[in-house]
């Protein structure tokens, strides 16, 4: 079946250094890529998202970089914080199902002060 | 606007027991989610509703659980026995055609089940 990889499953930065992650998919028809941040114990919230006609978006701190040709996709954050420590996940929508998401297994990001 | 809801927060039975967990999705929210997420792991989709209908249970295990969204609103995941193997939080999540980003799911805080 259709997967999502994500790389690498734990980060530890310092405070103010950047973090990335990456992720590659396998479905070609895909064209929706959200990012989610998952605190301990709460809900998955959403950060950013990327869609298949974009290559790169930029919210603030956090961007989301899109190479179509290659499957990858990746998160950027800079000037990192502690409150940035969480467990972020990656997703892409699988081509024509309209609503499925598939998740990687997540990367657990600390942020050193 | 209110947040997806889900009760219990947590729940914990023993192996063989049936189990229930309720979600209220994001007022005005077509289409609603319910995830399975193990320890470490990223969620999973067990079934997807538009409206009352259920237009993707491929992944349900249909021999122990089942769903449903009677009257397009709010919507009951149950398992019926439950093994130590469910173990796990269960997600429940919505979204809507009618926003700017349609793709976007918003997710409830999860119920935490123990099976013993």
């Known amino acids: 079946g259709e997967n999502v990889e994500q790389h690498p499953s734990t980060l530890s930065v310092q405070e103010g250094d950047s973090a990335v992650i990456k992720c590659t998919y396998s479905?070609?028809?895909?064209?929706?890529f959200p990012w989610y941040k998952q605190e301990l114990g709460k809900r998955p919230q959403l950060i950013i998202d990327i869609r298949s006609n974009v290559g790169e978006k930029k919210d603030q701190r956090i961007a989301v970089t899109l190479n179509k040709t290659a499957k990858h996709f990746s998160l950027h954050i800079t000037e990192t914080q502690p409150e940035d420590s969480a467990v972020y996940f990656c997703a892409s929508l699988l081509g024509g199902s309209q609503g499925n998401l598939i998740f990687g297994k997540g990367t657990k990001l600390s942020v050193k002060p | 606007e209110a947040g997806v809801v889900q009760s219990p927060r947590y729940k914990i039975i023993e192996k063989k027991q049936p189990v229930a967990f309720w979600c209220n999705p994001i007022?005005?929210?077509?289409?609603l989610y319910w995830y399975l997420q193990n320890l470490g792991q990223g969620p999973e989709l067990l079934i997807r509703?538009?409206?009352?209908?259920?237009?993707?249970d491929s992944q349900l295990p249909k021999d122990r659980f089942s769903a449903e969204r009677l009257k397009g609103v709010d919507s009951t995941l149950k398992i019926q026995p439950a093994e130590l193997g469910d173990s796990a939080v269960y997600l429940c999540?919505?979204?809507?055609?009618?926003?700017?980003?349609?793709?976007?799911?918003?997710f409830g805080p999860g119920t935490r089940l123990t099976v013993l």
């Open positions: 007022s005005g929210h077509n289409t």
């Open positions: 509703y538009e409206n009352e209908e259920a237009v993707d």
């Open positions: 999540a919505s979204s809507s055609r009618h926003n700017p980003s349609y793709n976007e799911q918003f």
């Open positions: 479905d070609s028809a895909s064209n929706y």
